[in-house]
Every structure is written in structure tokens, then in C-alpha cells.
């Protein structure tokens, strides 16, 4: 079984550019999320998608972060503009979806911000 | 919303002796608490998980406890060996919403 696919792996931008994480989940997953890991610390929650409707976004900075997931299966992360403090992995996470599950994790895409 | 604590942030323990890796949890509706190991450079693992209708659950080496009067639950590491060292991290979701809220980690070293 093919795990979470995320592109790119790494990525380095100056601040105030954009950028675009892909992610392809578990097939068959209902919930995709999308979690932000500073060097040292735990993934923090971004956003989650229930099929293609967002569960949850609250810790998303939305002046400057948006995602999408159109047709409930594929997802897209982007940061415009970026700012220093985005670097980070990006990680992406599938599961099935019906409640109390595993979550599956994909490499992450680590972004660099200079 | 949620919130997880997880302590300690650092544990040093001699290879062969248990390690013990505790958490809390603010939403007495989480009735799901996975553990994730996360190894430099790579993405977090599942090593083990618990429901809250179980009160202990172990795989070999690894057990897992979970008080929900308290609301907390720990990581039992037994033997360790030094391919144990990495950094883990407890988690807490609820199956109204699947959210699941990470604590901080803690980095584990295995002395030689």
C-alpha cells in the first residue's frame, strides 16, 4: 500500500516569496491534515480536511497561509508571503476518517526561509 | 480545545534500564492516545496506541498506561536498547472531530 506522497522534499525561498507543498494521501482516506514541525518542537495542527471540507483551521495563519483540498483528495499548502519564522517541515497526514484512528504521516517537506 | 503536556523534555537513561515518558490531556472527551517515535531526520512513527476504554495495552518492550480519572498517560520503555534513541511524542484525539494534538516531544538518549 502506497503511503502520504508530499513534494517538494526541500525547499529554500527568500522571505516574502511563495511556495506550494503538495500532498497525496493514503487512497481511500477521508481526513487529511496538514501539521507544522519547528526544529525541537511537536507537529502543530494547521489544518484539517474532512473529504474536501476543512475541519479545522484555527491555528492556520491566514494572512499568509491557504490550502486546499479540491476534490477531497489531493491537498496544496502555500505560504505567501513567507516570513523567517515559516521554516519549518511541513508534514502531512492521511486516516481513514472515522474516528480515533491512526494517522499516517508522509516524509514532510522541509522549507527554509532566508 | 485540547492541550497536551508531555515530560520529561530530555531523558538520559543506561542501556538496559526502563524509560518512562508521561503525558496529561485537558478534554476528558479524548478517547484516543497514539505514540509516535520520530527518528533525525525522518517522519513520526506509530509505535503504539491506546483507547480508553483499555486501561494498559504493551507491545514487547513498549506499554502504555492510561488513567482517564487522571487524565493522563505514560510510555513504559523496558530494556532499552540504543536504537531506542529518539525523540516521542504522546498524542490525544477525540472521535468527535478526529483532531489529534501533539505534546512537545521528549528526546530520548540511550547511555551506552
Known amino acids: 500500500e502506497a503511503g502520504v506522497a508530499q513534494s517538494p522534499r526541500y525547499k529554500i525561498i527568500e522571505k516574502r516569496q511563495s511556495v506550494a507543498f503538495w500532498c497525496n494521501p493514503i487512497?481511500?482516506?477521508?481526513?487529511l491534515y496538514w501539521y507544522q514541525q519547528i526544529l525541537g518542537q511537536g507537529p502543530k495542527l494547521l489544518i484539517q480536511f474532512q473529504n474536501n471540507g476543512v475541519v479545522d483551521d484555527s491555528q492556520l495563519p491566514k494572512d499568509r497561509f491557504s490550502a486546499e483540498r479540491l476534490k477531497g483528495v489531493d491537498s496544496t499548502l502555500k505560504i505567501q508571503p513567507a516570513k523567517l519564522e515559516d521554516s519549518a517541515v511541513y508534514l502531512c497526514a492521511s486516516s481513514p476518517g472515522t474516528g480515533g484512528n491512526t494517522i499516517y504521516f508522509g516524509e514532510g517537506s522541509w522549507l527554509t526561509v532566508v | 480545545g485540547e492541550n497536551v503536556e508531555q515530560h520529561p523534555s530530555t531523558l538520559s537513561v543506561q542501556e538496559g534500564d526502563s524509560a518512562v515518558i508521561k503525558c496529561t490531556y485537558s478534554d476528558s472527551a479524548s478517547n484516543y492516545f497514539p505514540w509516535y517515535k520520530q527518528e533525525l531526520g525522518k517522519r513520526p512513527q506509530l509505535i503504539i496506541d491506546i483507547r480508553s476504554n483499555v486501561g494498559e495495552k504493551k507491545d514487547q518492550r513498549i506499554a502504555v498506561t492510561l488513567n482517564k480519572t487522571a487524565k493522563h498517560f505514560s510510555l513504559h520503555i523496558t530494556e532499552t536498547q540504543p536504537e531506542d534513541s529518539a525523540v516521542y511524542f504522546c498524542?490525544?484525539?477525540?472521535?468527535?472531530?478526529?483532531?489529534?494534538?501533539f505534546g512537545k516531544g521528549t528526546r530520548l538518549h540511550i547511555l551506552p
Open positions: 487512497s481511500g482516506h477521508a481526513t
Open positions: 498524542a490525544a484525539s477525540t472521535a468527535r472531530d478526529d483532531k489529534i494534538i
